[in-house]
T-cell receptor, first 113, second 113 residues
Framework: AQSVTQLGSHVSVSEGALVLLRCNYS??????LFWYVQYPNQGLQLLLK??????LVKGINGFEAEFKKSETSFHLTKPSAHMSDAAEYFC???????????FGPGTRLSVLP | SQTIHQWPATLVQPVGSPLSLECTVE??????LYWYRQAAGRGLQLLFY??????ISSEVPQNLSASRPQDRQFILSSKKLLLSDSGFYLC????????????FGSGTRLTVV
């Protein structure tokens, strides 16, 4: 069975600082990995995804994530936080065998002025 | 392009009243459809998914039911709402195994009073 853990339910950074949101997964088969962002009272928006190929993937709004198989991780980073990045972020995993998405519990990012 | 519509955006219902939330997808055929719930301060909980008309799988036994009367229509219902049914309900669609990710609707905030 697949699972996703996100270290830190709440992360605070200063505006302009590095954003690092952690995601670790478990999957018995090669995974597809995703990061979603959710702003208050809105649906989830896809930030980026890893399926195959390059392990460093770039997404919208300046975010990127690196798939590290040896560490079973898919951490999300952004070099410089902006106030508009304040939101909830969800990591998710799926495989190619017809199982449904498994979402992590989410990390709430606060950006301090 | 594909779009997903979910309504209403907000709903306040008394305990014991019925519920009907509707979700429709445009611009694609044979989508897999999903209903998720977010309770306050909690992550995403998959409630139902459907891979075709009339095909419903329930992930969590509860006071809710789902139906798919048409290919691109997914309805979440309840005969008698409970206080514990309050939450943010999200509809989503995906294709095949979901390796391209899910696309989410804008959500319905349900408050049962």
């Amino acid at each position: 069975a697949q699972s996703v853990t996100q270290l830190g339910s709440h992360v605070s950074v200063s505006e302009g600082a590095l954003v690092l949101l952690r995601c670790n997964y478990s999957s018995s088969v090669p995974p597809y990995l995703f990061w979603y962002v959710q702003y208050p009272n809105q649906g989830l928006q896809l930030l980026l995804k890893y399926t195959t190929g390059a392990t460093l993937v770039k997404g919208i709004n300046g975010f990127e994530a690196e798939f590290k198989k040896s560490e079973t991780s898919f951490h999300l980073t952004k070099p410089s936080a902006h106030m508009s990045d304040a939101a909830e972020y969800f990591c998710a995993v799926i495989n190619n065998y017809g199982q449904n998405f498994v979402f992590g519990p989410g990390t709430r990012l606060s950006v301090l002025p | 392009s594909q779009t997903i519509h979910q309504w209403p955006a907000t709903l306040v219902q008394p305990v014991g009243s019925p519920l009907s939330l509707e979700c429709t997808v445009e611009g694609t055929s044979n989508p897999n459809l999903y209903w998720y719930r977010q309770a306050a301060g909690r992550g995403l909980q998959l409630l139902f998914y459907s891979v075709g008309i009339g095909q419903i799988s329930s992930e969590v036994p509860q006071n809710l039911s789902a139906s798919r009367p048409q290919d691109r229509q997914f309805i979440l219902s309840s005969k008698k709402l409970l206080l514990s049914d309050s939450g943010f309900y999200l509809c989503a669609w995906g294709l095949g195994t979901g390796s391209n990710g899910y696309t989410f609707g804008s959500g319905t905030r349900l408050t049962v009073v």
